[in-house]
């Protein structure tokens, strides 16, 4: 007899409210769970799965996504609008989150409006099994920092002004754990800790820097990397790293730093490392790092590699699934692009500028309700055409390899990501990519990862493996240009209906548009 365990479950009850915060120094409204900005951590272990009940006390439709995050099966979970029903005011919404088959550093934050600018993101670190090597010592402890810009004005106001067709301004500063300056983090002299840093801002990139001591890169989004040593670290918006920092200077305090790239004016925000022997308070000059400099911030994405020979989620060596072997089944080259449309600022991706339908896609997809969407809606390629408006989705078969190709012609920092999945970073470079390009791809030991940069007027290109069905967004992380329209859907099919491939609709979905009244 063959006696299965079922891997253990972890339960949160979450109460969504607005409340008041005061991050840059100025009362704002922002969104707490259960009172507290930013959100509360979730530690879990793989394969946990984890019951999160969401109660929605705001006077708006909320909903959570969960970064990194693969939602093997079941992209109803996602907690994005093409997939999941908003939570009315007043009522809630259990998520049933299995974290399989994944270990690492991500966060959740609130997917809908323009809620991601009033708080409501949290850290989730995600462990090894006991019996799985993790190729480091344990560390004396594990601090989350969530880091990113901010704005003063109430994100109403911010959503206002995209409504109405127009940009917003540039951040007002920069947060690390919810505060402009004022968090510390107490260590032991001659330890070890591990810090996970998120990007979890609005529009810039950031560098993180510890003064006086050296970061040695272990982990990013789940995979365990080569062990470089960094001064500072380059972090995009949506990107995750874990690094090991050893105490290893006279007993006092020191500068953390997280500040704006490739920025007019830099933006900084602080927090203190302190040695908890200190007798000294952090002093002189906060430690500068680079501002606009593009060769250096590329050069230390090149340097970011898997290492082959860690065990990741399971036993195995993350090397032995050989991705620079397989052979490329479809590639998909997408450029992103800005303009008007009808007089209102709207950003696309290959000349299509997505607009949200009455319904989820993922639930039009489920009851076969017609008029939702249309896959094909956006193409493979770049048209170069004015931008349309439309409810992008690209279709895709289960279980195919595929190359996609980001080119960014404007002069800005792009990050992209894609729920549902980890890819290899098999290159970047400035210029147009070119099938020739192919030639400096990394096809040994690419990182995997779920959130990409691509730099200006440059190209960075992809291998996905399409193994997990379902309906997933791909969006830029820049706010902004996501809520007008630089996104869309990939619907990853096989016409298989077996649970082996794809869950079914959960029994608690919440049904809305032209869903409503259908049955689970």
């Given at each position: 007899?063959?006696v ?7 339960f949160?009850d ?27 951590k979730?530690?879990a272990?793989?394969n946990?799965?984890?019951i999160?009940?969401v109660h929605n006390?705001l006077?708006d439709?909320f ?13 109803y ?15 809630n ?10 270990i690492?550093?991500?966060y959740?934050?609130?997917s ?5 600018a ?5 850290a989730?670190?995600?462990n090894s ?23 003063k ?7 206002g ?13 920069v ?17 070890t800790?591990?810090f996970?840093i ?13 003064q ?8 990013v989004?789940g ?5 470089t040593?960094y ?5 995009h ?13 006279h007993?006092?305090?020191f500068?953390?730093?997280?500040t704006?790239?490739f ?9 203190t ?9 952090v ?7 680079p ?48 303009g ?14 997505f ?19 249309r ?14 408006l ?14 996609i190709v980001f ?48 730099y ?19 969006r ?6 996501q809520?007008l329209?630089?996104q ?15 869950y079914?609709?959960p029994?608690n ?11 689970t």
């Open positions: 007899m063959i299965k365990a079922e891997s253990p479950y972890k949160f979450w109460k969504i409210t607005y409340g008041d915060i005061y991050p840059l120094g100025v009362r704002q409204r922002g969104i707490l769970i259960n009172g507290q900005f930013p959100g509360p979730i530690d272990v793989t946990d799965n984890l999160i009940n006390n006077p439709p909903l959570l996504s969960w970064n990194g995050v693969q939602q093997r099966k079941n992209s979970q996602d907690g994005v609008y093409g997939t999941t029903c908003p939570i009315p005011p007043g009522q919404f259990t998520y049933t989150l299995q974290v399989k088959d994944q690492g550093s991500f959740y934050f609130p809908l409006a323009f809620h991601k009033a708080g409501g993101f949290g989730i670190n995600i099994r006991p019996l799985i090597p993790v190729p480091f010592p344990q560390p004396a402890g594990d601090f989350s920092l969530l880091i990113g810009d901010w704005y004005s109430d994100h109403a106001q911010l959503k002004t995209l409504d109405d067709g127009h940009k917003i301004p540039s951040p007002d500063g947060l690390i754990n919810g505060r402009g300056s004022g968090s510390s983090f107490t260590v032991d002299q001659g330890k800790y591990r996970r998120s990007n979890v801002g609005l529009q810039d990139s950031l560098n993180f820097r510890i006086g001591h050296k970061m040695t890169l272990v982990e989004e995979t365990h990397t080569v062990q040593t001064d500072s670290l380059d972090v918006l949506g990107q995750t790293y874990s690094v090991l920092v050893t105490m290893d200077q007993a006092q305090d500068y953390i730093v997280a704006t790239r920025t007019n004016r830099v933006q900084t925000s602080t927090a490392l302190h040695y908890r022997n200190s007798r000294k308070a002093s002189g000059q906060i430690p500068g790092g501002t606009t400099e593009i060769d250096t911030s590329l050069s230390q994405a090149r340097s970011i590699r898997t290492n082959l020979t860690a065990s990741g989620p399971r036993p195995n060596p993350q090397g032995s699934y050989h991705y620079g072997q397989i052979k490329v089944a479809r590639t998909i080259k997408l450029v992103s692009s800005a008007q449309v009808g007089g209102k600022q709207r950003y696309a991706v290959n000349s299509v500028s607009t949200p339908a009455d319904t989820p896609l993922k639930l039009a997809d489920y009851f076969n309700i017609e008029g939702v969407f896959v094909g809606s956006i193409s493979d390629n770049p048209t170069y055409r004015p931008i349309n439309d409810t992008s989705v690209m279709g895709a078969d289960y279980r195919t390899f595929v190359e080119e960014n012609p404007e002069n800005i920092v792009q990050s992209w990501h894609l729920d549902g999945y980890a890819f290899w970073v098999v290159g970047m470079d400035a210029g147009s990519w070119t099938t020739a390009s192919r030639n400096q791809y990394n096809l040994v030991d690419a990182v995997s990862r779920s959130t990409v940069q691509v200006p007027k440059s190209w960075t290109a992809i291998y996905i493996s399409l193994d997990n069905v379902g309906m997933w967004n791909l830029t992380e820049l706010w902004a240009r809520y329209g630089q869309f859907y990939l619907r990853v099919y096989t016409p298989t209906k077996s649970t082996r491939d794809e079914t609709i029994k979905a919440l049904l809305c548009g032209r869903a409503k009244g259908m049955h």
